[in-house]
């Protein structure tokens, strides 16, 4: 996602930043699966569309492009959209993909892309230092240039694959040349801790969230 007359921005493409288009006019639609669970609300699935759109740019104090980005959900193709969030994206000067989601940053990737290659998502926000187990978010890149579904060259970065008797925690996303994000899941489950249920993987807690693309927009 940048704009194509800046050098820097050049060569961000040509190691990478082709996976992560960022330009004003871009705009992605996704078909959105959700599902929140306790032991008070019990199922609660919610199928709806989210659209995320590059609307505007501008230089910050170090004198990189930051790109702003509208989010609107609908519940079906029929209703309207509304504004749900806003966030921004850029490559830093040392080619971090980084994603401010209302205001949390998140470095999404790391140039160039590699196989293999791991990174600290949450370097520049609080995540981990907010949370009991001391649990850290290494990101990796897999999949490097291999097909998914109908698009011959993508690549897969996952945030986290944790599996054990008090959690589950699955996170990764699918970028394509030349479109951006095409498919993500996001589920993080809590299982029972008590005597009687411990070490049985019953869901104490659950939000899980898949996103498909379904139409996208790309100059």
Same mark, same amino acid.
């Given at each position: 996602?940048?704009?194509?007359?800046?050098?820097?921005?050049?060569?961000?493409?040509?190691?990478?930043?082709?996976?992560?288009?960022?330009?004003?006019?871009?705009?992605?639609?996704?078909?959105?699966?959700?599902?929140?669970?306790?032991?008070?609300?019990?199922?609660?699935?919610?199928?709806?569309?989210?659209?995320?759109?590059?609307?505007?740019?501008?230089?910050?104090?170090?004198?990189?492009?930051?790109?702003?980005?509208?989010?609107?959900?609908?519940?079906?193709?029929?209703?309207?959209?509304?504004?749900?969030?806003?966030?921004?994206?850029?490559?830093?000067?040392?080619?971090?993909?980084?994603?401010?989601?209302?205001?949390?940053?998140?470095?999404?990737?790391?140039?160039?892309?590699?196989?293999?290659?791991?990174?600290? *998502?949450?370097?520049? %926000? &609080? =995540?981990?230092?907010?949370?009991? #187990?001391?649990?850290?978010?290494? !990101?990796?890149?897999?999949?490097?240039?291999?097909?998914? *579904?109908?698009?011959? %060259? &993508? =690549?897969?970065?996952?945030?986290? #694959?944790?599996?054990?008797?008090? !959690?589950?925690?699955?996170?990764?996303?699918?970028?394509?040349?030349?479109?951006?994000?095409?498919?993500?899941?996001?589920?993080?489950?809590?299982?029972?801790?008590?005597?009687?249920?411990?070490?049985?993987?019953?869901?104490?807690?659950?939000?899980?969230?898949?996103?498909?693309?379904?139409?996208?927009?790309?100059?």
């Amino acid at each position: 996602m940048a704009q194509g007359c800046n050098t820097s921005d050049e060569k961000a493409v040509d190691i990478g930043l082709k996976y992560f288009p960022l330009k004003v006019g871009d705009a992605w639609t996704y078909n959105v699966s959700e599902v929140t669970y306790d032991t008070l609300i019990q199922n609660i699935v919610k199928d709806y569309q989210e659209q995320y759109e590059i609307v505007d740019t501008y230089k910050n104090q170090l004198n990189e492009n930051v790109y702003v980005i509208h989010l609107s959900t609908r519940d079906n193709v029929d209703d309207d959209w509304e504004a749900s969030q806003t966030w921004t994206a850029k490559v830093s000067k040392i080619n971090e993909v980084i994603v401010s989601q209302e205001a949390i940053p998140f470095i999404k990737m790391i140039l160039p892309v590699k196989e293999g290659v791991q990174w600290l *998502g949450n370097k520049y %926000n &609080t =995540i981990e230092a907010d949370r009991n #187990n001391g649990r850290i978010d290494t !990101y990796s890149y897999l999949n490097v240039k291999k097909s998914y *579904g109908d698009f011959a %060259n &993508t =690549i897969t970065v996952q945030e986290s #694959n944790d599996l054990n008797l008090a !959690y589950k925690d699955v996170r990764y996303s699918v970028y394509a040349d030349s479109v951006g994000l095409i498919h993500r899941i996001d589920s993080y489950i809590d299982y029972c801790d008590a005597a009687d249920c411990f070490g049985q993987y019953a869901r104490k807690h659950e939000h899980t969230k898949i996103q498909t693309l379904v139409e996208h927009v790309v100059q």
